[in-house]
């Protein structure tokens, strides 16, 4: 018996040196694994063999490891064509308004756009908006809401009809059904100035918004 551990732990040795300037590849760990192997199978006490399950599974554990290896390269092509085309049509978002998550919007003289994304329908929704000092300055009710995305224009009147000045205004939005709430999510608009490549995948520049992920982009117009 000490014999085969003997041989055994010799074909390891060779096997190890053999592989010492590029270790942790699949190909290399096939190697090793057949020069065990087949030093098991020469060495093998002939009164008690390798039974065929064990030998089975040794194989089928090795099999199992280089087909994962194959796996893992088709994703890594399969992840670079999907971001190569992920980028080509987020460059497209380049000069057009998206709306996001945020609270702020910009009264100009044309108005104000922003929106709001509801969770689920609604029949009512209010929406309310604060001057720079947090003071409600105007207040609407949109009515019945379906679920999604959507963009609303505020002429900038305020509650009294007047018109007010233009600059940086904050709003907060309530919605129900049948009475119950209905979670909503407030948008702010913002035209895109560039595409750039974060940590975390790429990233849109909104321009007096900053960078914003891809996945936040709620609606494009």
Do not use: C
């Amino acid at each position: 018996m000490s014999s085969v551990i003997d041989a055994v732990n010799a074909a390891h040795q060779a096997a190890s040196t053999a592989t010492s300037s590029s270790k942790g590849s699949v190909k290399e760990m096939e190697d090793r694994f057949m020069t065990l192997f087949l030093a098991q199978l020469r060495n093998q006490d002939p009164l008690n063999p390798m039974e065929n399950a064990e030998m089975t599974s040794q194989l089928a554990q090795m099999n199992m490891v280089s087909g994962l290896e194959a796996l893992n390269k088709q994703m890594q092509t399969l992840l670079g064509s999907y971001n190569e085309s992920l980028s080509l049509q987020a460059a497209n978002l380049i000069g057009k308004n998206v709306l996001v998550p945020g609270r702020e919007t910009t009264l100009t003289a044309d108005g104000a756009l922003f929106g709001i994304d509801f969770a689920g329908p609604a029949d009512k929704v209010e929406v309310i908006i604060s001057d720079a000092s947090g003071k409600e300055v105007a207040r609407q009710s949109l009515g019945q809401q379906n679920a999604g995305s959507m963009a609303f224009y505020w002429d900038g009147k305020g509650s009294d009809g007047t018109s007010l000045a233009t600059g940086k205004y904050t709003f907060s939005v309530s919605a129900s059904l049948n009475g119950q709430k209905v979670d909503v999510t407030p948008l702010q608009a913002g035209a895109v100035s560039a595409l750039v490549r974060g940590k975390n995948g790429f990233e849109l520049e909104i321009a007096g918004l900053g960078s914003v992920g891809l996945d936040k982009v709620k609606q494009v117009f």
